[in-house]
């Protein structure tokens, strides 16, 4: 079983920052990649980042420069640092890990970002 939980979310004025945490049970390094995908109401789901298990990552367009993926391995967690935050980033937050082929979600973590 995969449990992972999100924290770090909240209310944030545009222009700041905010650092998304994801704690797994157990190791991250059986985890072929972790990333964070975020859903707006009315809008699609969006992968927002990825890491790999190799610590290859990738990022969406419209955050790449101002998000940054990161992972302790030591710590089972991974990380997203959200920097230059608009109101166009307000969503919910959901932390995904991918092992043998099947995606485990977390419960999710709402950031609001107000200008």
């Known amino acids: 079983q995969v449990q992972l939980v999100e924290s770090g979310g909240g209310l944030v004025q545009a222009g700041g920052s905010l650092r998304l945490s994801c704690a797994a049970s157990g190791s991250i390094f059986r985890f072929r990649s972790l990333g964070w995908y975020r859903r707006t109401p009315g809008k699609q789901r969006e992968s927002v980042a990825a890491?790999?298990?190799?610590?290859?990552?990738n990022y969406a367009g419209s955050v790449k420069g101002r998000f940054t993926i990161s992972r302790d391995n030591a710590k089972n967690t991974v990380y997203l640092q959200m920097n230059s935050l608009t109101p166009e980033d307000t969503a919910a937050y959901y932390c995904t890990a991918v092992l043998d082929y099947r995606t485990y979600w977390g419960q999710g973590t709402q950031v609001t970002v107000f200008s």
């Open positions: 890491i790999t298990s190799g610590g290859s990552t």
